[in-house]
């Protein structure tokens, strides 16, 4: 039995005064675009490397997604741009995690919240939640012992402004 993981990463913070026509479309501001290369600067020396990437299709997921991957040093993940993950539910990224389980053992969702939220609490109920839980650019490790995402153990979570870098 081959243990799982699963890394889930809100979106970095959104320029909500960008001219885009809807929220779907709206960028990263600055500090949003500092913080998910800081993530990526985090992932290049840590242990964790997704096989399949599954992102919502906003602009500000897929921004923060090529900004960590820019650092990170995953060039041959498989992504896969999910329509379903723009501000889906925490039932739907679920489902979505166990049909991917089934074919790779590390996947890493960049969403948004309160999905994000839903699907850590979810997992890792234990989680004590006295502030925001996946602010911005927050990320998330848990371990599972099968595909059927069973026994779920929360092995990092970081926010940004946390990270010491290597």
């Given at each position: ?67 960590v991957l820019s650092r990170a ?43 994000m939220d839903d699907v850590l ?46």
């Amino acid at each position: 039995m081959a243990t799982k993981q699963l890394i889930l990463l809100r979106h970095a913070k959104s320029d909500w005064y960008s001219p885009a026509r809807s929220d779907i479309d709206r960028p990263l501001n600055t500090r949003g675009r500092n913080n998910a290369t800081r993530v990526g600067e985090w992932f290049m020396g840590s242990e964790y490397r997704p096989e399949r990437i599954l992102c919502s299709v906003a602009k500000r997921t897929r921004e923060t997604l090529d900004r960590v991957l820019s650092r990170a040093g995953w060039p041959d993940v498989e992504i896969a741009y999910c329509p379903d993950l723009y501000l889906a539910p925490a039932t739907r990224i679920i489902d979505l995690l166990k049909e991917g389980m089934e074919a790779c053992d590390r996947i890493m969702v960049v969403g948004h919240n309160p999905g994000m939220d839903d699907v850590l609490l979810h997992f890792c109920p234990e989680i004590d939640v006295e502030d925001k839980l996946m602010t911005t650019c927050a990320f998330a490790v848990v371990q599972f012992e099968d595909a059927q995402l069973a026994s779920p153990e929360l092995i990092e979570f970081h926010k940004p402004r946390e990270l010491v870098l290597p």
